[in-house]
């Protein structure tokens, strides 16, 4: 009957299936890095670059397969058993959370150089052309003319650098006065004109949808936004004083124990540290340490003071409790 | 002949002399407890490890209500908009040929074979102020995206095929008679539509919009994009739950998605219960 | 024969007001897709469809999809059965136990699944001590995807089943036939074409499902991405052309699947104009 030549197709497209969705790597070993959603492009950049350099000081072919996602969607993942080997993140806070599993050396930020972080960025803001409202640095953006696009603190670790980068400035700029602060902080927030579950949703908001007149992200980001979206409509403004933002590395040590990739998960992620791979993220618009690849791109980035959460916040504990927690100040900035 | 019928029809089952009840009963156990029922006990494992204060005072958050109010708002609306758009087009569908029918009727099972996401980023594509449609809205006063005019949109977008699906074969089923008896009574199109047909298709309607509204209370995908998120004003519950994952609060995360699942499945056994009732008094107890 | 609704006015209105109400809301959606995808020409559209991961992502969407549907036919059909043709306590119970899919939203779906079978639960813990891991590679994709798919084969036989009477059935009885011969003889005739379309429902939910695959996935690039997944990240990298040839991958799938069940009702239409 009819159903007969559909099941003989069936059993077709089961053998036909598995052959594609079949892994793609050979029988060598496996290097998996679990990362932020942004960072895919980034990341087939630099691990062609890797594999290259491990065959030739090791003399061994490796791969290095890719997972992307949302950073704390990412870290959960892991925490339920994802294999991953290392991990390359955009919030410190999902490489702690690993840690206090235990999948993740307890000292990890000591691990590697600058606190674990091979490179790093700053918050920044995107206009529009010839910057019409004039926005110069954060007071700008808390004006009543003022409508901005960022994404949500509460979902999105771009957003909560945000948030915290705009406190920072508050706070300096009225001198701790806990009210003022908050009275800033209040119309900062009430500018916002969408508030997207991600980075890339209020890019969209901004870019495509013409919403608001500032997008706040990280400064790596509106480059690489102006870079796609083209550099004569969209000017990259990077504020006097703003936020240091670390991108955290770690060795996931069960995980690559139980994939007997520890040795290669180590030398990955100093592999990140490299003249070579600096070089790489520096042409991804982030931040890097190595003196040499800073002189080349030090036109790039123009000086500004960081603020560092440790120093303002109290750590990022002591941060996400207070401010982003339910019932934080978060939530009692944006009551009603 | 029609594939497609009601999807809790209740009628008087048979005696048991077919065989298979025991192979059929089994294998409907086995798979209910292992895929359904199993995987629950993981919710309310987490609901275990609060005490009914905390439970409470999670569901009862400000921010949350307001989602609630926003959700339950704007699924009511689309819930009702599908109601009338959908009769009309299984009105059509149903009694009209013309060209392009099939196509017509094609296309009304798009929303559910499309992923959510991609309807959520196209509807926001055309419905924001320099979209095509939003270009056309916006000089009349109209803002729908990021506003909970885009949230209702859609819902309805997401759930339509359900109002249209279910009042289809009922209408299909309707014998000719029915429609000459008004006629022969003298009334007009709209009277006779309104007392001889729609209580025909009352119990499907309802169903029908019923079902579109539990839909649209759990619907995610395509709903952020075009929401705008802004707290107390277009921030739906799913997206509560969402937040309380971001946060690690599986706890959270596993209270407020147990609202909606009891709410949803009290709606859901309230409409079968109620139709189940209904089509007894319609055909005196016969299937 | 005069019915309700037939003055040409009427009828012209209603049909140009359904057709213009669906061009609007239904229509345009799936234009914008298209228009998008090929924004930047067809060469850019098929490098973007011919790209490795996409292709990995495609073959992993269809081995879940074929995977899905066996199972979903096998409970649908038992379920149908055991409900219409059987008569016992908890039956009413049972067929609202089959809603839970559509209760329960999907990222929820993929948390339960996790919460259960992942590392730290009870089950996932004790798989892990054999080195069996379920999440975050294709047998979770396939869990979750069983999980929001499974009502709809059901859905579609029940009211059929119930319509139609085991009439027929019992008579095969009464003549001595075999339950299995009952079963295709009698029975399956009758329903292929809910079956199919129960069928062609869950293959659509089933290639498009994200919310609960996303949780499970990893979203490991050419192992574990879906077809949906890969286009949220190609979307996520702000090549927008590459993630809505993607969409309109999808939307080619549900198409051809919404024109299979065009075709099988029309199939169905001529069979019994002849019979």
Redesign the interface.
């Known amino acids: ?3 007969r030549p559909l099941f003989q197709r ?1 059993l077709l ?2 053998a ?6 079949g ?2 790597q050979a029988a060598e070993r496996e290097l ?1 890095n679990s990362s932020y ?2 960072a ?2 980034l990341f087939s950049a630099i691990n062609p670059e890797f594999i290259a350099h491990w065959q030739e000081s090791q003399g061994e072919e490796v791969a290095v ?6 950073s ?2 990412q870290a ?2 892991i ?5 991953a080997d290392v991990v390359t993140y955009n919030q410190v806070t999902d490489v702690q ?1 690993l840690a206090d599993e235990g999948l993740v050396a307890e000292e990890w930020q000591q691990a590697f150089d600058n606190n674990a972080s091979p490179y790093y960025s700053t918050t920044a803001f995107l206009v529009r052309k010839d910057n019409p409202k004039g926005i110069e640095s954060w007071d700008d953006l808390a004006r009543e003319d003022v409508r901005l696009v960022f994404p ?1 603190p ?2 999105s670790g771009n957003g909560r650098y945000t948030y915290l980068a705009a406190w920072g400035f508050a706070d300096q700029h009225f001198d701790g006065d806990e009210e003022q602060i908050r009275d800033f902080m209040r119309t900062f927030l009430r500018n ?7 980075g ?2 209020a ?3 901004f870019i ?4 608001g007149d500032v997008l706040i992200s990280f400064e790596s980001e509106v480059n ?2 102006r870079g ?1 979206y083209g550099s004569d409509d969209y000017e990259v403004i990077v504020p006097p004083i703003s936020i240091l933002a670390e991108f955290p590395v770690a060795v996931v040590e069960p995980n690559a124990e139980r994939n007997g990739t520890l040795d290669l998960a180590q030398a990955y992620v100093e592999y990140l540290y490299s003249e070579e791979a600096q070089r790489t993220l520096a042409g991804f618009n982030y931040r890097v340490h190595h003196e040499a690849v800073v002189e080349e791109f030090a036109d790039l980035f123009p000086e500004t003071e960081l603020l560092r959460v440790e120093d303002i916040f109290g750590g990022w504990d002591q941060a996400m409790e207070t401010h ?4 934080g100040l978060l ?1 009692q900035l ?3 | 002949m029609s594939t497609r019928a009601l999807p809790f029809a209740i009628g008087s089952a048979p005696k048991r002399v077919l065989p298979g009840f025991g192979l059929s009963l089994g294998v409907s156990l086995l798979f209910i407890s292992l895929v359904l029922l199993l995987p629950m006990t993981g919710l309310f494992g987490q609901l275990a490890g609060l005490s009914l204060a905390e439970y409470w005072a999670i569901i009862s958050d400000g921010r949350v209500v307001a989602s609630y109010t926003v959700t339950i708002g704007a699924a009511a609306v689309a819930a009702l908009v599908n109601g009338a758009f959908g009769l009309l087009l299984a009105w059509v569908l149903v009694r009209y040929e013309f060209p392009g029918k099939r196509l017509l009727d094609a296309l009304m099972d798009l929303p559910f074979a499309l992923p959510t996401a991609v309807a959520g980023i196209t509807l926001a594509t055309l419905y924001s102020s320099n979209g095509w449609m939003g270009r056309l809205l916006e000089p009349l006063g109209l803002q729908v995206a990021y506003t909970w005019v885009g949230i209702a949109l859609a819902m309805a977008f997401t759930s339509i095929p359900f109002v249209v699906r279910t009042v289809q074969p009922v209408l299909e089923d309707l014998p000719v008679e029915v429609d000459e008896a008004a006629l022969t009574l003298g009334a007009n199109d709209g009277t006779a539509f309104r007392r001889v047909i729609l209580p025909h298709l009352w119990p499907a309607l309802v169903t029908g919009t019923g079902l579109a509204f539990v839909r649209s209370l759990g619907e995610f995908g395509a709903i952020i994009f075009i929401a705008g998120n802004m707290p107390y004003e277009t921030e739906i519950t799913a997206l509560m739950i969402f937040v309380r994952l971001q946060e690690y609060d599986y706890a959270g995360a596993s209270a407020i998605a147990s609202v909606v699942l009891f709410v949803s499945l009290a709606l859901l056994l309230a409409i079968n219960i109620w139709q189940g009732r209904f089509i007894k008094r319609l055909h005196g107890g016969g299937g | 024969m005069q019915r309700i609704g037939d003055a040409p006015a009427v009828r012209r209105g209603l049909i140009l007001a359904a057709v213009a109400l669906s061009a609007l809301f239904l229509l345009l959606p799936l234009v914008a897709i298209f228009a998008q995808a090929f924004a930047q020409g067809m060469a850019v559209f098929w490098t973007n469809v011919s790209n490795e991961y996409t292709v990995a992502a495609i073959g992993l969407t269809l081995f879940i999809t074929v995977l899905t549907i066996p199972v979903c036919l096998v409970f649908g059909v038992a379920l149908a059965w055991l409900v219409t043709r059987f008569q016992f306590p908890g039956r009413r119970v049972l067929q609202t136990l089959i809603d839970i899919p559509f209760a329960v939203s999907p990222v929820v779906a993929g948390l339960i699944y996790l919460l259960l079978y992942g590392r730290n639960g009870w089950l996932g813990g004790l798989l892990d001590g054999y080195d069996i891991q379920l999440m975050f590679a294709w047998p979770g994709i396939l869990m979750v995807t069983i999980f929001v798919t499974c009502p709809f084969v059901a859905r579609e036989l029940i009211p059929l089943m119930q319509a139609q009477g085991s009439r027929e059935e019992e008579a095969a009885v009464t003549l001595g036939a075999p339950g299995w011969t009952i079963f295709r003889r009698v029975t399956l005739p009758n329903i292929r074409w809910a079956l199919l379309y129960g069928v062609i429902l869950t293959n659509a939910r089933a290639v498009g499902e994200f919310g609960a695959v996303s949780v499970v996935s990893g979203a490991i690039r050419g192992q574990t991405n879906t077809l949906p997944l890969h286009l949220e990240q190609l979307y996520q990298d702000y090549n927008t052309v590459g993630a809505f040839a993607s969409a309109a991958l999808l939307a080619l799938i549900a198409l051809l699947t919404l024109a299979a069940k065009a075709g099988l009702e029309w199939r169905a239409a001529r069979q019994e104009a002849h019979a």
Do not use: C, W, Y
């Not at chain 1, 397969?65 to 949302?70: K, P, W």
């Not at chain 1, 925490?79 to 294999?83: H, I, N, P």
């Not at chain 1, 495509?208 to 919403?211: A, K």
């Open positions: 009957m009819t159903l069936s497209a089961i036909l299936g598995a052959g594609l969705a892994p793609v998996l959603d942004i895919r492009e397969s890719q997972s992307h996602g949302g704390s969607a959960r993942a925490m339920q058993g994802l294999r959370v949500n509460k979902t916002v004109t969408v508030f997207d579950t991600g890339r949703g890019t969209t908001s495509e949808r013409g919403l690489n936004i796609e982003f927690g339910s019932g939530d944006q009551r009603r």
